[in-house]
């Protein structure tokens, strides 16, 4: 059984078509990214996953049920960081999470072992307004894996966070999903993407144009390799990677004259931008 599957999904706002056939299967243990610009329909598709939209057709399924009859103990099984962070802000770090511990009847020593699991437990008395963005963010990711769910969204679960605290939730990341729990996560971030995800899709103006392993993408658009050589002289040529350009390499290589060589492979960012004609932010 798949962890999440996706059937066909289409979605309109106002006659504006924003997800236009949808198709995905995501397995246990897997971290799938979906990438795109906002505006992209990222997170329409995650409030369709978890069964808070209707899509006007198709279907979606969380753990082989469809997710519009998910009841209150499929639930349990699903961990959540939204872009809006719903933390109570004059309560504490601990409070905060005691709160979701009794809805789902969880011991204090869980608590303590979450605030451990991300570095909070040593401002664990210190109100939410008193937290900096990041360890805010660290807050709702603790709230969101302490039933250990085996399923977790996370829509942009880093985006303005200083680099420390994203290291942080990519290391907590890669231990969950080794741990079996499938991630499904958005993003504008293709590093980030390229970094901690199996599989990625591309997503533009409401249609997957890509849907693949990073390396595959990025391989299968090999074409926007350039070959960089500089000369003796400082002369600098830039080359694609053709039969074209192939010939006049050899020239150079011929000449004698080579002084540096250098390959840039395409990245998942310059794919997207290739293939959309749009940056990600
Ligand atoms: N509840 C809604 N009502 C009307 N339009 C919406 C609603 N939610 C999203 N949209 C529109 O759908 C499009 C995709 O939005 P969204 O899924 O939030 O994109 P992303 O998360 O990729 O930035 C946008 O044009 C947005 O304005
Ligand atoms: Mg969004």
């Known amino acids: 059984m798949n ?16 997800l236009n056939d949808i198709c995905i299967d995501i397995e246990k243990g897997e971290i799938f990214g979906l990438l ?33 009859k998910l ?30 511990a009794s809805i789902y009847q969880l011991d204090s020593q869980k608590i303590e072992s979450v605030l451990k699991q991300v570095q909070l437990y040593d401002d664990r008395k210190k109100a939410v307004n008193q937290l ?13 894996i302490m039933h250990e769910p ?3 969204f996370l829509d942009e679960p880093t985006s303005g ?19 079996g ?19 990625v899709a ?25 070959v960089t050589i500089t000369t003796k002289d400082h002369q600098k040529y830039i080359f694609n990677n053709n039969k074209k350009d192939a010939e006049r390499i050899y020239q150079l290589f011929q000449s004698e004259n080579i002084q540096s060589i250098h390959s840039s492979e395409p990245t998942l960012g310059n794919v997207f931008i290739a293939l959309t004609g749009k940056e990600l932010d």
């Open 161 to 179: 966070l200083d680099p420390a605290t994203t290291l942080k939730i990519h290391t907590l990341l890669l231990e969950l999903r080794d741990r």
């Open 36 to 68: 795109g610009p906002s505006g992209a329909g990222k997170t329409t598709l995650i409030q369709i996953l978890i069964g808070q939209y209707i899509p006007d057709s198709g279907h979606t399924f969380i753990l082989g049920k469809d997710s519009l």
């Open 71 to 100: 009841a209150k103990e499929d639930y349990t099984q699903i961990g959540l960081v939204l872009d809006k962070d719903g933390l109570y802000d004059r309560l504490s770090c601990y409070d905060n999470l005691q709160l979701y």
């Open 181 to 199: 729990t499938a991630i499904f996560l958005t993003t504008h971030n293709m590093e980030e993407a390229a970094k901690l995800c199996h599989r």
């Open 202 to 226: 591309l997503l533009n103006e409401g249609k997957i144009i890509e849907c693949d392993t990073p390396t595959a993408i990025c391989e299968k658009h090999n074409d926007l390799n350039k």
């Open 132 to 144: 900096s963005k990041g360890m805010k963010q660290r807050l709702v990711l603790a709230r969101a």
């Open 3 to 18: 962890a999440i599957k996706i059937e066909n999904v289409h979605k309109t706002f106002h006659q504006k078509q924003v």
């Open 150 to 152: 085996q399923i977790l």
